[in-house]
Nanobody
Framework: VQLQASGGGLVQAGGSLRLSCAAS????????MGWFRQAPGKEREFVAH????????DYADSVKGRFTISRDNAKNTVTLQMNSLKPEDTAVYYC????????????????WGQGTLVTVSS
């Protein structure tokens, strides 16, 4: 699976951005898809993930109620809608895929995209 993230940019605090991740391959619907982020000087951290069917999602506490993950299996895409953005959301955002499991640790993910930078100004 190859992943290509896009949609990052500069936004003011309180604003919104929509990230997209396009995936290659014919078995996209069988993968759990996740979003992670890495702020400058910090470790990469879990943001959200969604099951292959889209039936279940989970979020980091820091983004609950503000971010929404969704997927379109017909288009092989997963989206992260980010609202009420805060300066602390500034990071490079990565999409990732895993074949099995539902854990949050990044080492459990099998495939990674190249990342897209989100900068939130105060």
């Amino acid at each position: 699976v190859q992943l290509q993230a896009s949609g990052g940019g500069l936004v003011q605090a309180g604003g919104s951005l929509r990230l997209s991740c396009a995936a290659s391959g014919r078995t996209f619907s069988s993968y759990v898809m996740g979003w992670f982020r890495q702020a400058p000087g910090k470790e990469r951290e879990f943001v959200a993930h969604i099951r292959g069917s889209g039936s279940s999602t989970d979020y980091a506490d820091s983004v609950k109620g503000r971010f929404t993950i969704s997927r379109d299996n017909a288009k092989n895409t997963v989206t992260l809608q980010m609202n009420s953005l805060k300066p602390e959301d500034t990071a490079v955002y990565y999409c990732a895929a895993r074949r099995t499991g539902w854990g949050k640790p990044l080492y459990e993910y099998d495939y990674w995209g190249q990342g897209t930078l989100v900068t939130v100004s105060s």
